[in-house]
């Protein structure tokens, strides 16, 4: 296959949806296919502009650059990252000759807007000149010719929405690098909870300052553990100051082996976020013998409650509080959620992520 990969976002590797794009094309030109992989800085217009209007410079650089490329080699599959493609599939939709489109999507930006629209103190409000895009991202999903999810969760979504059928939508979870898999993992540990993410309302911050203030303050011997937070944080600002001798703050870690030790220190990792396409922490930390505790979103969502994961319904108090103290003071609950976790982790190989997608886009161009 010669495959013209576009993204939206940064191949950045040390980010979850750079290391999923990178990954997926690494490892497809690895099996003999062509894969053409280009980011923003090929394909965003003005980027002096920085963070304004992104969106609508994206979307026309990604018709511009995408326009020059077919022209200048053909290609069996156009494969999108982000709904900001919405303008070229409309155009390359009309083309009686074109090749196959698909949206690889990283988390369908309809889904997260339905989502932030109910809780809306976890976005900020848009600003005047912000033009609602939700029509014209809806037809990137129903215009292009098949969709991959990396979430159950998102694939169900994207049924419910109708914007493709079944044998058009594929789900692959997101994988796990080798060195994250068959660990070696010790189930008995002390009282340390940790959060890997930024620091945002949608990362549920709101909720785990309240309850984690409060857990903390009954549970005396427990330490809370916050990674990849940012330079900028500062528990004084966020946490009682009663309790922070017992939080530790890691601003960044971008050193895999690092981040392993972390979560093999910790026994609970808490997700509370109002929105996860996947959300890759769980899935490294179960593989690391944590337990998770997280709403009902991503990669999560589709987990067996109080067996492979606790759930909570939602990024409100007290639910995260209620959801910590049961593992707190249930070390056997808390060891099996954690091994059953990291049993259903193990099958996150990239080795089938390819083969699953490499026969679909097989398939999807012998029937194009």
């Known amino acids: 296959m010669k495959i013209l990969t576009i993204s939206n976002c ?22 003999g296919h062509k894969v053409d992989l280009h980011g923003p800085e090929d394909i965003e217009l003005f980027p002096s502009l920085e963070g304004r209007a992104k969106r609508y410079r994206q979307a026309l650089g990604m018709l511009i650059f995408c326009l020059r490329k077919t022209k200048e080699e053909q290609y069996d599959l156009i494969e999108f990252y982000g709904a900001e493609a919405w303008l070229t599939v409309s155009i390359l939709k009309r083309r009686k ?67 493709q059928s079944k044998s058009r939508i594929l789900n692959i979870d997101n994988c796990l690098l080798d060195e994250f898999l068959d660990l070696e993992i010790e189930f008995e540990r002390q009282h340390v909870i940790a959060f890997c993410g930024n620091w945002r309302p949608i990362k549920g911050t709101q909720v785990i300052a309240r309850d984690m203030s409060r857990l903390l303050q009954d549970y005396p011997q427990s330490v809370l553990k916050l990674i990849g937070v940012g330079e900028d944080f500062k528990k004084e600002d966020v946490f009682e100051s009663s309790v922070c001798n017992q939080i530790e703050v890691t601003p960044f870690e971008r050193d895999k082996n690092n981040l392993k030790a972390i979560y093999k220190s910790a026994s609970i990792l808490i997700m509370p976020s109002v929105y996860e396409s996947f959300g890759l922490v769980s899935a490294e930390a179960m593989a690391c013998g944590c337990a998770i505790i997280a709403t009902k979103v991503g990669f999560p969502a589709d987990l067996k409650d109080k067996e492979e994961i606790m759930h909570i319904e939602g990024p409100t108090s007290p639910h995260l509080y209620n959801a910590t103290k049961a593992l707190l003071i249930d070390d056997a609950l808390r060891a099996s959620i954690a091994k059953n976790g990291y049993d259903r982790v193990q099958s996150l190989r990239w080795g089938g992520a390819i083969d699953s997608i490499e026969k679909t886009y097989l398939q999807w161009l012998k029937n194009h």
Not at 10 to 31: K, T
Not at 123 to 131: N, V
């Open 97 to 163: 000759q074109r090749p196959f489109m698909v949206i690889h999507s990283n988390g369908l930006e309809t889904n997260v807007a339905e989502v932030l629209s109910k809780h809306p103190e976890s976005s900020p409000p848009p600003k005047w000149y912000h033009l609602n895009q939700i029509l014209r991202f809806e037809k990137a999903f129903k215009d292009v010719d098949g969709i991959v999810t990396v979430s159950k969760f998102e694939r169900d979504y994207a049924l419910d929405q109708g914007y």
């Open 10 to 31: 940064p191949l950045v590797e040390s980010q979850g949806s750079g290391y999923i794009i990178v990954n997926f094309a690494r490892r497809l030109q690895e099996r």
